[in-house]
Structure formats: C-alpha cells, structure tokens
C-alpha cells in the first residue's frame, strides 16, 4: 500500500497531484495531466452552470438567450465542454458520455487513456438552483497505442478503472477522486479559480441512519428493496433524497448512509448506467470504506456488455449495504 499522502489540508490539487505521481514510481505523467484537463473542465462547467441561471431568466422570454445563441441544455453545454477539454488535453484517445450515442473519439490516438462521462448529473435540477454534478471514470487502453479505440477499451469493467470521481456544483463546488490509493476531496475557491485539499483521506462511517431513494416508485420497487425501506421507517432512519445521484452520494460518503435505485416499472434494469454513474461511484466507495452492489454481486464485478447498460444500484456504507443483502 502506497503511505499515505498526508498533505495538508490546503494545498492545491496541482500539488497534490504532483506529490501523488511522484509516490508512483512507474506514473509518466499522463495520468496526472489527465486528472488537471478534468479539473479545468470542472471549472469551466462551475462558471456555466451559475452563468445559466442567469441566462435562462433573460433567456425564458425566448428560445434566443441574451448573447442570441439558440438556448443549449445544460447537459450538452456540460457534453460540449469536457469533450472540447479531453481533446485539448492530450491523453485520452476516445470517449463515451451518456449525451452521445457512440464513442467519440478525439483524434488523439496516441493517447493513453479512455474516459467515461456522465457530464451533468441530476440536470433536472439545475433550473431549480439544486446541486448538481459531473461523474467521470478512467480506463488504461487494452488496445494499441495509435490506433483507433475500439469497444473493448471501454468493456474492462469496474475494477480495472484506474481513476474515478465527480464535480459536486452545490453549495461549494468540490471535487472527489481516487486513482486506488484512497479518496481525496478538493473545495473550489472561485476568487483565486484553484482547488485545494479540503478532505484528506476520506472514510465514510461504517454505517449510518440516512437513506436515499424515490419512494414515489415504492410500489414498484423489487421486494427486497420494499423490505429494506420498511425497515429503515421502522429504525426511524432520516429519508433524504435530493434527485442528483451526486449530491446523495457526496452526503452518505460523509455523514454515513444508502443511496438505492432499485428496478422499477419505467426501468425494470434501473435507472442509472453502469459505465459513468455505478461504477466510478462503487470505485470510491470502495476505496473510502463503504460498498455497492446490485443486489446480487458488488457493482465491479458486473460484466459490462454494452455502453449505456443500466444497472439497478444501492451504494453506502458497508454494514447498510449488508443489512439490505439480508432481504436479497
Ligand atoms: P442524469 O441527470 O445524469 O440523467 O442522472 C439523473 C439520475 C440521478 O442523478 C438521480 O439520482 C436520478 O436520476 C433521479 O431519478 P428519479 O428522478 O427517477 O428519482
Ligand atoms: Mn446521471
Ligand atoms: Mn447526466
Ligand atoms: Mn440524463
């Protein structure tokens, strides 16, 4: 096990990064400069997103908004940006994004790496002012460098991840991550445009008392699921579901709780893809103390067969996540 990095908090992500590559003595650098092009797009979305509020008021009295540019969903902005940002940055050779269909490749293809990206989670919520995020996960290649990527690049599955994280746009803008040597959290300062080391290290609670999920789909939720949520009314568990996957999660990584979104009638697979919002979320919560699973097997170990796959997800602490296994 790499020792840990015991930087202090407030120091920049670029410092933290450095100090990270040099603790790996076979890192050439890619992956560092890989994690900052993420980090810039973050920044980028983090202006757009506070910038869209104010444009969809000027722009809600027509399609035009006030720069007379047709009117974008956040979602394709947030698309348009982290693609425009991996491109730029060099490393990465190809791309999926729950926004397009097929794989988008950068013409980089010496690039060394293949990103997944859910580029705006819970954009619903954006023209409600409610924290929003973005899901990223990291993949080496297994297909030859200057080549043209190909579906197996992004068929490895969730362990073979080798980064995973998310940009949480909420009260603070912050950035958790992991590259398999434990989650690390970096706060926003928006004066000084750096990000810097907010959480060290971070450890969710062996278990919790807070649970997420739609209980408006209760009725069609799989039985054990039902069972589960009975028990936690039961145990007089706070319910707390704010419809950005991100955000519920940022709260249980830290405070201790279950996120759930079981199979329903609209999504008998479940609602959330496996490639850019299960297993980069299981990777963390992996790496930070806490577990996933689908009801049946931990979410890594599911076989990826396509690139919008759906996967039913329950993710939290460890002894929560065993409690709902009970009822499996
Ligand atoms: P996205 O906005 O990227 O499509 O993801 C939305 C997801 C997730 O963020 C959230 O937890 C869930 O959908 C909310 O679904 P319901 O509205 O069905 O509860
Ligand atoms: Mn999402
Ligand atoms: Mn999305
Ligand atoms: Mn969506």
Redesign the pocket.
């Known amino acids: 096990k790499q020792e840990t990095l015991a930087l202090p908090v407030g120091v920049t992500l670029d410092r933290f990064i450095k100090r990270q590559q040099s603790a790996m003595p076979f890192a050439s650098g890619e992956l560092s400069q890989l994690l900052r092009d993420i980090a810039l797009a973050g920044k980028i979305i983090n202006r757009e997103i506070n910038r869209a509020g104010l444009v969809d008021i000027t722009g809600a009295f027509g399609s035009q908004n006030v720069q007379g540019e047709e009117q974008q969903k956040l979602?394709v902005v947030a698309d348009i940006r982290f693609l425009r940002a991996l491109k730029n940055g060099g490393e990465v050779c190809a791309v999926i994004t729950?926004e397009e269909d097929e794989i988008i490749y950068t013409d980089n293809d010496e690039g060394k790496y293949v990103v997944a990206i859910?580029p705006?989670?819970?954009?619903?919520n954006i023209d409600v002012n409610v924290s929003i995020g973005t899901i990223f996960s990291v993949y080496r290649r297994v297909t030859p460098v200057g080549t043209r990527a190909t579906l197996e690049d992004f068929m490895q599955g969730g362990r073979s991840q080798v980064a995973a994280g998310y940009i949480l746009y909420g009260s603070s803008t912050i950035l958790v991550y992991t590259t398999g040597q434990g989650v690390n959290a970096f706060t926003y300062e928006n004066s000084l445009g750096e990000f810097f080391l907010s959480h060290n290290e971070i450890k969710s609670p062996e278990t919790g008392s807070i649970y997420s999920a739609?209980e408006?789909?209760y009725n069609d939720f799989v039985s054990g699921a039902r069972a589960y949520i009975v028990n936690c009314r039961m145990k007089e568990y706070a319910a707390r579901?704010i419809?950005?996957?991100?955000a519920?999660f940022h709260r249980n990584l830290l405070k201790g709780g279950i996120y759930l979104?079981p199979p329903s009638k609209k999504y008998p697979k479940g609602?959330?893809r496996l490639l850019y919002?299960c297993y980069p979320l299981a990777f963390l919560a992996e790496q930070a103390g806490a577990s996933s699973t689908d009801g049946y097997q931990n979410i890594l170990d599911i076989e990826p067969q396509e690139l919008h796959q759906r996967s039913p997800f329950y993710v939290g602490a460890k002894e929560m996540v065993s409690d709902l296994l009970l009822y499996f």
Do not use: A, P, R, T
């Open positions: 979602d729950e859910d705006l989670d819970g954009s619903s739609n408006g789909n579901y419809g950005s996957l991100v519920d979104y609602k959330l919002e």
